[in-house]
């Protein structure tokens, strides 16, 4: 029996995917040797640069080959936008066990688990199914490795570092440099810049200004326990700020962030303060720093790790197992 895992990856899709496929890659692997990532759309050279030490397959311009790789026994786990009703009926059909992925039913899926680990998972109208067993809710959000085990905080009395990070998607790259002129120019921060973009380059070193490119986990997770606070895309990268207890200004990038930011507004973590490509984005910024004062920081710090416990990848591992009826 293998596993694999299907999705797309690059910089007019993001890596958000990606980032939770490698997590659930990581899971699999304490008890299936056989597991690999398949990426069918966006760019494969990007994608193997920022996701090292996972085995990336390039499976773009022949899903053919790919579906031929499927046995009867195999698990087969779907992250996809792109991928039509007709592909996963392929799937269904030749795997032992469908998982797909979702975040807002986004089809009807043919049958097998359908697992949506975001805040407001359980609030959506999924239809109920004989054929389909959902895993929905925080309690499954798919964390990368680094993220399962994380320590106390540490909180200075001021904010002293910052840590930007939008995702890799194109729509960032004019907001970050702004950013970065904003909060250079108005405070004395020390600013940590961090993108999957094809704007940046390798790590750079500038007085209060450093610009990183291609984070591995382990390293994301550093800049995340040593930033005061984090001003961020509102995709996956929320649920790694808030299992390492990083008090959070959420900017929204795409329709699919939006119900996700809001829903974590709720929860107490996020400040949420809209679209990126407001014309008001940066006077925003300004307004919530000045109510992150050291109690509020510790307050939402405190929310994020009480919602997020890390451990989302292995539940939905043993979920897997039960399923397909052990391994």
Known sequence: ???????????????????????IYEAFKEVVSNVS????????EQAINVFKGVNLVDGQNDRERVLNSIDKEDVILIDSYLCGVEFYGKVYRRAGLLVSIDDFCRIGYPGGIV?????????????????????????????????WVTGRRHFNKEIQNVLLTFGGSSAVNNLMKDMIDMLLEMYSFNIH?????????????????????????????????????CISGGGTTIHELAVTGTPTIGICFSDNQEMHLREWKKAGFVYDIGWFNSKDILNKVKIVLEKMDESVRIKVSNK???????????????EVVKCHGGI
């Open 115 to 147: 697992l949506n680990g975001l805040i407001y998972a359980d609030i959506l109208d999924y239809p109920t199914e004989k054929d389909v067993k959902y895993l929905l809710g925080k309690q499954y959000v798919l964390l990368r490795k680094a993220f």
């Open 304 to 318: 994020g790790k009480e919602l997020i416990d890390g451990l989302g990848a292995r539940r939905v591992v043993e």
């Open 37 to 44: 990532i398949v990426l069918l759309e966006g760019s494969f």
């Open 193 to 229: 810049a961090v993108s999957n973009g094809p704007s940046f380059g390798d790590v750079k070193s500038d007085g209060r200004l450093k610009v990183s490119s291609g984070l591995n986990a382990g390293d994301m997770k550093t800049a995340m326990e040593n930033c005061d606070l």
């Open 1 to 23: 029996m293998k596993v694999i895992i299907i999705t797309e990856a690059g910089p007019s899709i993001g890596f958000g995917h990606l980032a939770r496929c490698s997590a």
